[in-house]
């Protein structure tokens, strides 16, 4: 989000003013003193069972969401004996809905304790315990024994506890310690003082944590999808735990229209395979169209018989051959299903000369869309249900939007599953992290050092997110840094993000301190009409950031007490329809006569002290009617 200079003086000198009501000392999180209706409908029974990965799905899990045990002690003293009360996984211990709704600083440690018990039809097979993320540093013991560790606050990870396990009752102890803006760890919007822009700190597990068994001698880890839409393919890239026999072990692959199957293949396992399509049904926010896909891990005959292996052919095009008609034998050794789509997002010429524009499935289509911050007043970062997140997307498809920012936050995996099966483009955002000092200012042509090692964490967070995302079609666009916020070696990361994933667009920096980097030219403006970006003729150019338009609705406030902030200011919905025209008349403007590409609103909701959501930040209250948003939108897609 946009802080232009005046601006950001003015808030520098309002700090005071619009930091939470909460004693200094303790910086304890405020009790949300309004929820949505989501939030309010959990309980240990319901929060989170769906499966969290719908990417790669396995017939038999354990969801290990619920009340656990918690305790929080100093760092430095060892696991606790005795616990202090009751955690409602996943939400963080900040949170309300949580029961805890504590603070933890950076100088103790929040432990976690459970038992779990592991079902009689999982024997003979090793077990996968998978947490989806925990916020920041983790370990973890299985009946008494040091598992492993994990660094990140955004990434999923598990852990192979098979050989720690005995029979009934097992024991899960984790132990977390969290930063926050004590460390420049990736954290996103997170402050243990929060106030303005800034929100309430996450700690500890926020997203699904679960169990799965595998077989025991090698399976199925990772599927990589990757439509190819001017060649009618996709790429399938399946990756194992460990390398196996290339003679006698093989993929086989299946992709189906609902449970028709429309192509297949059968490759040798570690290697690349294509799956192609005839007449494909593309994917776009239109008709957000998803194939099914099955990968199965399969013994086959050895193609090459009696040959010696040292007289075997090693070219690729002649082993690929041979193993294409092989023969399957037994059963699947593994198996899983997964979805992909057809769709291409890429640069090409648009209405206005030399202006390069974003093309989806190789035409023009306006990318509209939401600064979508992800927040929740009584589960913070973690969404509450599916049914939460899809009232927010299918809200914003009615009014007219096609596409949202996922604003320095990574959403667990089913969120995007939902953007994926009901259509809507996503720019995701790489979560920021800096001390003070390691952020630019509006302006700045140079960029503040980093530490090595804030360099080598950010990098691998960054690496992870895009591995973790590959799989979906709704995601369209890398964005690197956001407005200087830890921005450093911003060129040669954008080229290294478009190495690593070249089916996609890269927006080096949204906002302030462009480089001349990436795919995109791209400007936060926060006036009453924004300003029009500088047309490029080697860059997309996009209004990253805009609006702004504050409202506080009296009765659904997070903090009635405080100065509630907006970029302007209004006090009715009448006052704020016409600033929301206002804005949009010179963006449809911009589209038609200079050929802009993107437009982001800010924002979908409003966020604590922040009030210029187009939602209230429980969801209640729909600040301007969705078929009025409609008909705004509408000549942005003619």
């Known amino acids: 989000m946009k802080t232009p200079k005046l601006l950001f003086s003015l808030l520098l000198l309002l700090a005071p003013v619009l930091t939470y009501a909460q004693t200094p000392a303790s910086n304890q999180p405020r009790s949300a003193p309004i929820m949505s209706r989501w939030e309010k409908q959990l309980t240990p029974e319901n929060a989170w069972r769906e499966y969290p990965r719908p990417q790669l799905v396995r017939q038999k899990w354990q969801n290990l969401n619920g009340m ?19 955690i409602l996984v996943p939400f963080c211990v900040e949170s309300t809905v949580s029961k805890v709704n504590k603070a933890l600083t950076d100088d103790q440690r929040l432990w976690y304790r459970r038992t779990i018990t592991i079902p009689t039809d999982w024997a003979g097979q090793r077990v996968l315990l998978h947490f989806g993320a925990v916020d920041y540093e983790c370990n973890l013991w299985v ?21 720690y396990l005995t029979d009934g009752q097992n024991q899960l102890v984790l132990g977390v310690t969290d930063p926050t803006s004590s460390g420049e760890q990736p954290r996103g919007k997170q402050l243990m003082n929060p106030n303005g822009i800034w929100y309430t700190p996450v700690s500890g597990i926020w997203q699904t944590v679960w169990m799965e068994p595998v077989p ?27 390398p196996a026999n290339n003679y ?166 089913r969120y995007y599953y939902l953007c994926d099966k009901l259509g809507i483009l996503v720019w995701q955002d ?26 080598e964490q950010f990098e691998m967070e960054l690496r992870r997110m895009m591995n973790r995302l590959h799989n979906h079609p709704s995601i369209v666009t890398w964005v690197v840094h956001n407005e200087g916020w830890g921005q450093y070696d911003n060129k040669r990361l954008a080229d ?35 300003n029009a970006p500088t047309p490029k003729t080697d860059r997309v150019v996009v209004i990253g950031e805009f609006g702004g338009i504050g409202w506080p609705v009296q009765g659904h406030l997070w903090n009635p007490e405080m100065r509630n902030w907006g ?72």
Request: net charge neutral.
């Open 216 to 242: 025991k001698q090698t399976y199925i880890e990772e599927v990589k999808l990757t439509p190819e839409l001017d060649s009618g393919r996709v790429r399938v890239d399946v990756l194992l735990d460990k």
């Open 567 to 638: 970029y302007q200011t209004y006090q009715s919905a009448d006052a704020v329809l016409k600033a929301y025209q206002k804005k949009y008349a010179k963006i449809v403007e911009y589209y038609q006569k200079q050929a802009l590409s993107a437009a982001v609103y800010t924002q979908t909701t409003d966020v604590e002290g922040e009030v210029n959501g187009l939602l209230t930040y429980d969801r209640e209250v729909i600040k301007i009617p969705v078929e009025t948003l409609q008909k705004i939108h509408a000549p942005l897609f003619k």
């Open 248 to 413: 006698t072990t093989a993929i086989r692959l299946t992709a189906l229209d609902g449970s028709q199957a429309v192509a297949t293949t059968l490759v040798r396992a570690g290697r690349t395979a294509y799956l192609t399509l005839r007449n494909p049904k593309l994917w776009s926010p239109d008709s957000p169209f998803l194939y099914n896909i099955k990968a199965e891990l399969v013994t086959v005959t050895d193609p090459f018989g009696d040959t010696p292996r040292n007289k075997r052919s090693r070219q690729d095009d002649v082993l690929n051959k041979a193993f294409a008609s092989a023969t399957v034998t037994g059963n699947p050794l593994d198996a899983i299903t997964g979805y992909f789509a057809m769709r291409k997002i890429s640069m090409g010429k648009g209405p206005v000369a030399n202006q390069p524009v974003l093309l989806l499935n190789n035409k023009f289509v306006f990318q509209n869309g939401p600064l979508d911050q992800g927040w929740w007043p009584g589960s913070l970062l973690t969404p509450p249900s599916d049914a939460a997140m899809t009232f927010e997307i299918d809200f914003l498809k009615k009014s007219g939007f096609n596409m949202l920012r996922k604003h320095i936050k990574v959403e667990p995996e």
């Open 68 to 86: 656990w045990d918690y305790a929080i002690t100093p760092k430095s003293t060892p696991q606790p004996t005795a616990f202090q009360g009751q």
């Open 496 to 530: 290294w993000v478009k190495a690593l994933d070249p089916s996609r667009t890269v927006n080096a920096s949204s906002g302030w301190n462009d480089l001349g980097a990436g795919d995109f030219y791209d400007i936060h403006t926060y006036e009453e009409e924004p």
């Open 430 to 455: 790489m979560p920021s992290g800096f001390l003070e000092g390691q952020n630019e200012s509006p302006g700045d042509q140079t960029e503040p050092i980093r530490r090595s090692k804030g360099k």
């Open 143 to 163: 009946n008494g024994g040091l598992v492993g560790s994990h660094t990140g606050g955004s990434d999923a990870f598990s852990f192979d506890v098979t050989n």
